[in-house]
């Protein structure tokens, strides 16, 4: 094998290294199994639509580190959630609670969608002819319709 494959392969297997990261494990397997339900559900603040388990960002990866820190030290799931919350607000969660502060974001989409719902059924009331028709068809209007189709009809 050449030099360039060997620098290649060997680039490629470093990257692959790098990019599990360098996070040691729990020592002990229960407490890692806590952590990793708890990655699963708090959210990375960079990347904002993955859970810290999913993400390769930096601060994701200080997160996870955090919550070992917080699971080794005894810390019960709730405590640590509540520590993590305590720092970051409820936006660090992926499915914050329902509390008056996360009211919004919970009947928000509702709202819009009923709000949008009225809009098209106001534009659709609006825009529907009312009363009588507006241009009715004239005497000679209508007999030049009829010679028309007349003639049509013949041809």
């Known amino acids: 094998m050449n030099r360039f494959a060997l620098v290649l392969l060997a680039a490629l297997w470093a990257g692959a290294a790098l990019a599990q990261g360098l996070e040691t494990p729990l020592p002990d397997p229960a407490q890692e199994a806590r952590a990793q339900e708890l990655h699963k559900r708090?959210?990375?603040?960079?990347c904002q639509n993955q859970s810290i388990h999913e993400s390769n960002a930096e601060l994701a990866r200080d997160l996870r580190v955090v919550v070992r820190e917080r699971v080794a030290a005894g810390d019960t799931d709730e405590q640590a959630v509540a520590?993590?919350?305590s720092r970051y607000g409820d936006w660090v969660l992926l499915k914050p609670p329902f509390n008056?502060?996360?009211l919004l974001l919970w009947i928000g989409p509702a709202l819009i969608l009923v709000a949008g719902m009225?809009?098209?059924a106001l534009y659709l009331a609006r825009s529907r002819p009312t009363g009588p028709d507006l241009n009715p068809l004239?005497?000679?209007?209508?007999a030049r319709i009829?010679?028309?189709l007349g003639e049509e009809r013949q041809g």
């Open 138 to 142: 004239t005497a000679e209007e209508k």
């Open 42 to 46: 708090i959210r990375c603040l960079v």
């Open 100 to 102: 008056g502060r996360t």
């Open 118 to 120: 009225a809009g098209v």
């Open 146 to 148: 009829a010679e028309l």
């Open 83 to 85: 520590y993590l919350v």
